[in-house]
Structures are given as C-alpha cells and as structure tokens.
C-alpha cells in the first residue's frame, strides 16, 4: 500500500513558477514509477509527466516539455514537478500517482494522491 499526498499547488501568474511535491508512504516507493496527471474542469484526466523507479528515465506531455521537470528523491519518498513558464492553459487540479509500470495511462497507476490546485491567470 503506498499513500500519496501532494502539495506545493497555488495561484501565480502567466509565467511564474511552482514546484509541486508528492510525499509517499511506506518502504517501497523506491520500486514505483510515478507520474503526474492533470484534470481541469470539464475535460479528461491528463498525462503530464512519469520518471521510472530509479528516477533515471522521464517523459512529458509536448505541451510542457521542455517548461516542466520531474524529479525524485527515494531517500526521502518524494517526487516533485517543478513548472516554469506557467501559461493560464495549466491550470488544473495536478494529481501524483504510483504504478509497476512507467505508463501513460492513468488506468496503470494503482495508487492516487487527492491533488492539489494550480491556477495560473493571464
């Protein structure tokens, strides 16, 4: 079982910056691939970005490749996002998710975080 939670969400404006984090419990994080989704109202769940166990692979969404990273830290169980250049078309409630498999599917994940709301105006 592994819990997730993230934080680091907010209000900023068209190309500011935030740095998401996603704390896990439990001893196996090391062993998951983790990826961030997005959902903003009206529309379907997101892929945005996943990095595989050993944080040595990532993949993004074209729309925010080369603006986002991933990144984790096994030692202290937490993945992050950081988003730079911040467009209006972000906005989004950003969920982490935890799968066996380094997936763009959000079917493959088995275990969520609740999400935390970015906003970004114009």
């Known amino acids: 079982q592994v819990q997730l939670v993230e934080s680091g969400g907010g209000l900023v404006q068209a190309g500011g910056s935030l740095r998401l984090s996603c704390a896990a419990s439990?001893?196996?994080?090391?062993?998951?691939?983790m990826g961030w989704f997005r959902q903003a109202p009206g529309k379907e769940r997101e892929f945005v970005s996943n990095?595989?166990?050993?944080?040595?692979?990532?993949y993004y969404v074209d729309s925010v490749r080369g603006r986002f990273t991933i990144s984790r830290d096994n030692a202290e169980n937490t993945v992050y996002l950081q988003m730079n250049s911040l467009k209006p078309e972000d906005t989004a409630v950003y969920y982490c998710?935890?799968?066996?498999?380094?997936?763009?599917?959000?079917?493959?994940?088995?275990?969520w975080g609740r999400g935390t709301q970015v906003t970004v105006s114009s």
């Open positions: 439990g001893r196996t994080f090391s062993s998951y691939a």
């Open positions: 998710a935890a799968s066996r498999l380094l997936a763009r599917y959000w079917a493959s994940y088995n275990y």
């Open positions: 990095i595989n166990s050993s944080g040595g692979t990532a």
